[in-house]
């Protein structure tokens, strides 16, 4: 599996940022021609993990959002969401669905959208020093207008 | 982002573009400003011209119900589109009766 084509954006972590960083994504894969659906899971996917790294890993104090955006050659799309925040001292607990930290109009389901609309994701956290968010979607190829 | 119209006791606000974390606050702030002052008995929630949601506005639909249930009133969740209803499923809100 050979990377193919790479991007790195870095940004404030401010909500506002939050329809950037879904789209900046999104423009970047649509070289795969994903569908539809495949496009709007890894919008809502990152827009959940961006959202976190706002809200839990920097608490509204401002920061910045690191992401990597890979896709192979295999028609894989590999996106790294990483903050240098406070860290998560529990990632199996924070990863269970209705669970959250952020208040009582918070869903706690995150983690649990990530986890459905994308085919891989792992999470790697260390208390006081940030946090990676990896997550791996496969687009299918469309073979419909491919010549025979 | 959301127009609210109260007709007879049945507040509907329309929701329009993308529903992330970011603009829920707007939205929250705007439906409970109306709600809180004008008690509609049901509050319609219409997603049909929502084109991204995140589960934000799971969140902002849960909050909704917790402030009609205090306020005496019910939530209606109308027109959601199938690319957003799958954030819907994923939640398991249609356990609350709002979903039509």
Do not use: W
């Amino acid at each position: 599996m050979n990377v193919v084509n790479e991007m790195n954006l870095s940004f404030s972590a401010k909500s506002i940022n939050e329809s950037f960083a879904r789209s900046a994504v999104s423009a970047f894969v649509l070289s795969l021609d994903p569908t539809i659906a495949e496009l709007s899971d890894i919008k809502t996917a990152v827009s959940e993990a961006v959202t976190n790294c706002i809200v839990h890993a920097y608490g509204y104090q401002g920061g910045i959002i690191y992401i990597n955006a890979k896709i192979t050659d295999t028609n894989k799309v590999i996106i790294k969401i990483r903050d240098k925040g406070c860290g998560i001292e529990n990632v199996r607990q924070a990863m269970e669905p209705l669970y959250t930290t952020g208040g009582e109009e918070r869903a706690g389901l995150g983690f649990a959208v990530m986890q459905s609309f994308m085919d891989k994701v792992s999470v790697r956290s260390t208390p006081s020093k940030g946090t990676t968010v990896t997550m791996e979607k496969a687009i299918i190829r469309c073979v419909k207008n491919e010549r025979p | 982002m959301v127009e609210i119209e109260n007709n007879e006791n049945v507040m509907t606000a329309v929701l329009s573009g993308d529903i992330d974390h970011h603009r829920c606050a707007v939205i929250r702030k705007k439906i409970d400003a109306r709600a809180d002052s004008e008690r509609p008995k049901v509050l319609v929630l219409d997603f049909s011209r929502v084109q991204f949601m995140d589960s934000s506005g799971v969140g902002l639909v849960m909050g909704r119900y917790r402030q009609m249930s205090l306020l005496g009133g019910r939530l209606k969740v109308i027109n959601v589109p199938e690319n957003i209803d799958k954030v819907f499923r994923l939640s398991g809100l249609e356990r609350l009766g709002v979903m039509e």
